[in-house]
């Protein structure tokens, strides 16, 4: 019975994520589109809105091409892998109190795997075409990835320290008793380090290197089309949505609002999300792109630093007051 | 039919000379521009060797030219750099204008003037929007096509024509300006100052925009005359020369205007004096509108190249009668003057120079075309050594060139 009820879990997570990965492509181009001076999507339903579910079913319905050379296996397992493994990160994350499927003591570390794993699926791809754009978008996907990897743990080090936990419940329990009911404040540095690794480890832009259209092509999924391709982008959306959350989880107080809302207690936490989606978008319309070598500058030389600083600090003051 | 042979491809381990990277970009890329194609050696990221290969949009138009009539090969000038056809046209006719020694009319000499400028406006629009692109900035490249439609729906006033215009004609240009069209650019030059202001506001005082420009691309004075670097990107190197201050044609000589310059010759630098290029034309387009004098748009003298309204239907073979104009055209070679010569004009990229070998004939013998493209792509292998990929890409795009010029 509790499998059964877990399953049911499970299938109502899997359709709203997938439900919101569609919708934020669609939110992602009519916010792009209204900041740039044109509609975006208008033609598929009302102001574009069945877009998402056109795209979907054309995507599915694509011809699936495999390249004369690729490695096959390879290729095939490279999209599945990344979403396999931003799917599975989706298991820790508290959407409210007791709305987690699996409440582990090591959730943080756990996303932590995951997203490392995705990396994977992002270098394999880049290896499997046996293209020389999908190549070079790999390695600078592997380069970005571990670097940037680095400086997120060790920014959240920080809330480890103060919450004195890796759950990710009580992670947003501790945040109860600090300003605001959320670490922002105390964790201040620690947040700027996050944010920044946020946008490079979901290969968004300023530091969309590995898919960098115009030196590129399309970078490691220049080879890929159809569901293949899309599996690719549904993994970049739910991995966006996995920072996010982990973003409002760590540094935004998770479910804790101003007020409880009675019947929907996830509410604050997605609309914490959506803010961070909406930031995500919004970078992704101001900013130009980043080159190859400075971001590697920015994240050695700059964030991881900036992180030691921040444990250091942090464990300094524990210390002092507790 | 053998299955072909699955391969692998070579990873580069260390820097020697086995272990390069060969990629060849383009000439379908999204950032080379058209179809340029750039034969990259890399190392890592960084490129060794870069060899650019032209030629995929070669049309011949220096032997078409050669087959067809002054007046008929104009069309083919269009078709040069089209982002800026007008300044191309321009060019053209001032060349033609001198082998034949025919004079312009001052009030179409303003008009040629102002739609130059025009032309510079939708050309450096363009350019801003897809270098910016290149880098990654999306937003600005929507807001200059914002204003570069405002900008072709004024030359499809003016003309008809959004892209290929044809409207200069040798001896001066095709119709009058409208009212209607002098009041809609001045509503633009009003309002364009401030767009300006809104495209630096996003890019300029942008800390990845500077890191991605500032000291990448440097190409210093001395070396960018030795490539034959014209234009923005020589004058960002800080080498004074404008044709259209230090030879000017037309109307150049009345307006007042300052010729931008940098110092330092890299991106930054092109760049910052494209912009204020941009503001230069906007001052130029105000003189002209100001002081449009009123007077006929063709000269008198011009020969009578217009086409004729009626073609016979049939030309008997041998027959001394000829009809109409395009036939007389065959007929009056006493128009014409033997000779060479060589005009330059200074068109959004660079100096557009061209060169006529005349017979007498009412064709040219021989008509080449000093595109500034062609000579940038060139210099693209000197610029781009050492940098990285991605600079490349900047680099293509500062250098501000099209294709369809290049090729010819």
């Given at each position: 019975?509790?499998?059964?009820?877990?399953l049911?879990?499970?299938?109502?997570?899997?359709?709203?994520?997938?439900?919101?990965?569609?919708?934020?492509?669609?939110?992602?181009?009519?916010?792009?589109?209204?900041?740039?001076?044109?509609?975006?999507?208008?033609?598929?339903?009302?102001?574009?809105?069945?877009?998402?579910?056109?795209?979907?079913?054309?995507?599915?319905?694509?011809?699936?091409?495999?390249?004369?050379?690729?490695?096959?296996?390879?290729?095939?397992?490279?999209?599945?892998?990344?979403?396999?493994?931003?799917?599975?990160?989706?298991?820790?994350?508290?959407?409210?109190?007791?709305?987690?499927?699996?409440?582990?003591?090591?959730?943080?570390?756990?996303?932590?795997?995951?997203?490392?794993?995705?990396s994977?699926?992002?270098?394999?791809?880049?290896?499997?075409?046996?293209?020389?754009?999908?190549?070079?978008?790999?390695?600078?996907?592997?380069?970005?990835?571990?670097?940037?990897?680095?400086?997120?743990?060790?920014?959240?080090?920080?809330?480890?320290?103060?919450?004195?936990?890796?759950?990710?419940?009580?992670?947003?329990?501790?945040?109860?008793?600090?300003?605001?009911?959320?670490?922002?404040?105390?964790?201040?540095?620690?947040?700027?380090?996050?944010?920044?690794?946020?946008?490079?480890?979901?290969?968004?832009?300023?530091f969309?290197?590995?898919?960098?259209?115009?030196?590129?092509?399309?970078?490691?999924?220049?080879?890929?089309?159809?569901?293949?391709?899309?599996?690719?982008?549904?993994?970049?959306?739910?991995?966006?949505?996995?920072?996010?959350?982990?973003?409002?989880?760590?540094?935004?107080?998770?479910?804790?609002?101003?007020?409880?809302?009675?019947?929907?207690?996830?509410?604050?936490?997605l609309?914490?999300?959506?803010?961070?989606?909406?930031?995500?978008?919004?970078?992704?319309?101001?900013?130009?792109?980043?080159?190859?070598?400075?971001?590697?500058?920015?994240?050695?030389?700059?964030?991881?630093?900036?992180?030691?600083?921040?444990?250091?600090?942090?464990?300094?003051?524990?210390?002092?007051?507790? | 039919?053998?299955?072909?042979?699955?391969?692998?491809?070579?990873?580069?381990?260390?820097?020697?000379?086995?272990?390069?990277?060969?990629l060849?970009?383009?000439?379908?890329?999204?950032?080379?521009?058209?179809?340029?194609?750039?034969?990259?050696?890399?190392?890592?990221?960084?490129?060794?060797?870069?060899?650019?290969?032209?030629?995929?949009?070669?049309?011949?138009?220096?032997?078409?030219?050669?087959?067809?009539?002054?007046?008929?090969?104009?069309i083919?000038?269009?078709?040069?750099d089209?982002?800026?056809?007008?300044?191309?046209?321009?060019?053209?006719?001032?060349?033609?204008?001198?082998?034949?020694?025919?004079s312009?009319?001052?009030?179409?000499?303003?008009?040629?003037?102002?739609?130059c400028?025009?032309?510079?406006?939708?050309?450096?629009?363009?350019?801003?929007?897809?270098?910016?692109?290149?880098?990654?900035?999306?937003?600005?490249?929507?807001?200059?096509?914002?204003?570069?439609?405002?900008?072709?729906?004024?030359?499809?006033?003016?003309?008809?024509?959004?892209?290929?215009?044809?409207?200069?004609?040798?001896?001066?240009?095709?119709?009058?300006?409208?009212?209607?069209?002098?009041?809609?650019?001045?509503?633009?030059?009003?309002?364009?100052?401030?767009?300006?202001?809104?495209?630096e506001?996003?890019?300029?005082?942008?800390?990845?925009?500077?890191?991605?420009?500032?000291?990448?691309?440097?190409?210093?004075?001395?070396?960018?005359?030795?490539?034959?670097?014209?234009?923005?990107?020589?004058?960002?190197?800080?080498?004074?020369?404008?044709?259209?201050?230090?030879?000017?044609?037309?109307?150049?000589?009345?307006?007042?205007?300052?010729?931008?310059?940098?110092?330092?010759?890299?991106?930054?630098?092109?760049?910052?004096?494209?912009?204020?290029?941009?503001?230069?034309?906007?001052?130029?387009?105000?003189?002209?509108?100001?002081?449009?004098?009123?007077?006929?748009?063709?000269?008198?003298?011009?020969?009578?190249?217009?086409?004729?309204?009626?073609?016979?239907?049939?030309?008997?073979?041998?027959?001394?009668?000829?009809?109409?104009?395009?036939?007389?055209?065959?007929?009056?070679?006493?128009?014409?003057?033997?000779?060479?010569?060589?005009v330059?004009?200074?068109?959004p990229?660079?100096?557009?120079?061209?060169?006529?070998?005349?017979?007498?004939n009412?064709?040219?013998?021989?008509m080449?075309?000093?595109?500034?493209?062609?000579?940038?792509?060139g210099?693209?292998?000197t610029?781009?050594?050492?940098?990285?990929?991605?600079?490349?890409?900047?680099?293509?795009?500062?250098?501000?060139?099209?294709?369809?010029?290049?090729?010819?």
């Amino acid at each position: 019975m509790t499998i059964l009820l877990m399953l049911v879990q499970i299938i109502v997570l899997f359709v709203l994520v997938m439900l919101h990965v569609a919708y934020a492509t669609y939110f992602e181009r009519k916010i792009i589109g209204h900041m740039q001076v044109r509609l975006g999507p208008m033609q598929v339903g009302w102001h574009g809105l069945l877009q998402p579910i056109a795209d979907g079913i054309k995507s599915f319905f694509k011809e699936d091409i495999i390249p004369e050379q690729a490695d096959r296996p390879t290729f095939m397992a490279a999209p599945i892998i990344c979403l396999v493994a931003m799917m599975t990160s989706l298991a820790v994350l508290p959407f409210a109190k007791g709305w987690v499927l699996a409440d582990i003591n090591i959730g943080l570390l756990f996303i932590f795997a995951m997203s490392s794993l995705a990396s994977y699926g992002v270098v394999l791809a880049g290896w499997a075409s046996n293209s020389k754009f999908s190549f070079l978008g790999g390695l600078r996907s592997m380069a970005q990835v571990i670097s940037y990897e680095i400086a997120m743990g060790l920014s959240l080090v920080g809330v480890m320290l103060m919450s004195g936990s890796l759950n990710l419940t009580q992670i947003v329990e501790a945040q109860g008793n600090s300003i605001l009911g959320m670490y922002l404040l105390p964790q201040c540095i620690g947040f700027f380090v996050f944010f920044i690794s946020m946008l490079a480890e979901t290969n968004r832009v300023p530091f969309d290197l590995p898919e960098a259209e115009t030196e590129l092509v399309s970078g490691y999924c220049t080879e890929y089309s159809g569901m293949r391709y899309a599996i690719f982008f549904m993994a970049e959306y739910i991995g966006m949505m996995v920072m996010a959350a982990i973003g409002t989880v760590c540094f935004l107080g998770g479910w804790n609002g101003p007020f409880a809302v009675p019947f929907f207690p996830p509410l604050w936490f997605l609309l914490k999300i959506y803010l961070f989606m909406f930031i995500f978008i919004w970078i992704r319309a101001t900013l130009p792109r980043y080159r190859y070598d400075q971001l590697m500058d920015l994240g050695w030389k700059l964030l991881i630093p900036l992180a030691l600083v921040n444990i250091v600090v942090t464990a300094c003051l524990k210390a002092m007051i507790g | 039919m053998t299955p072909p042979l699955k391969q692998t491809l070579e990873i580069p381990v260390a820097d020697g000379e086995a272990e390069r990277y060969s990629l060849r970009m383009g000439p379908q890329h999204p950032a080379t521009h058209g179809v340029l194609r750039v034969d990259l050696e890399l190392d890592g990221e960084t490129i060794i060797e870069c060899k650019p290969q032209v030629g995929y949009l070669h049309r011949g138009f220096e032997k078409l030219a050669e087959n067809r009539t002054y007046s008929q090969a104009l069309i083919l000038t269009d078709r040069l750099d089209y982002i800026a056809a007008m300044a191309n046209n321009v060019g053209y006719c001032l060349a033609v204008e001198k082998l034949l020694a025919i004079s312009v009319p001052l009030r179409a000499q303003y008009i040629r003037t102002l739609v130059c400028e025009m032309s510079r406006l939708c050309s450096h629009l363009l350019w801003l929007a897809t270098h910016a692109l290149d880098i990654g900035a999306m937003t600005v490249f929507l807001y200059c096509f914002r204003e570069r439609e405002i900008l072709l729906d004024l030359f499809e006033e003016l003309c008809g024509a959004r892209l290929t215009f044809s409207y200069p004609r040798i001896g001066g240009v095709r119709q009058d300006v409208t009212s209607y069209f002098i009041d809609e650019l001045q509503r633009f030059l009003d309002i364009f100052p401030s767009r300006i202001a809104e495209y630096e506001t996003l890019i300029d005082t942008n800390r990845i925009w500077l890191k991605r420009t500032v000291g990448v691309g440097v190409v210093s004075g001395d070396q960018a005359l030795a490539l034959g670097l014209t234009g923005a990107c020589l004058r960002g190197s800080g080498v004074d020369y404008d044709l259209r201050k230090h030879q000017p044609y037309d109307a150049y000589d009345q307006v007042e205007f300052e010729v931008p310059l940098g110092s330092d010759g890299d991106i930054y630098a092109r760049y910052r004096c494209r912009m204020e290029e941009m503001h230069q034309s906007v001052h130029i387009i105000q003189q002209c509108i100001d002081q449009l004098p009123p007077g006929p748009i063709i000269g008198l003298d011009a020969p009578d190249l217009v086409m004729p309204n009626k073609v016979p239907a049939r030309i008997e073979a041998g027959s001394s009668t000829y009809g109409t104009g395009l036939i007389r055209l065959i007929r009056d070679r006493d128009l014409y003057l033997s000779g060479d010569i060589y005009v330059a004009t200074e068109v959004p990229k660079g100096e557009l120079g061209f060169y006529f070998i005349s017979d007498g004939n009412n064709r040219p013998y021989r008509m080449h075309i000093r595109s500034p493209s062609f000579i940038h792509i060139g210099a693209l292998a000197t610029i781009a050594k050492g940098e990285m990929l991605a600079d490349l890409i900047a680099n293509i795009g500062s250098l501000d060139v099209v294709l369809g010029e290049s090729d010819r």
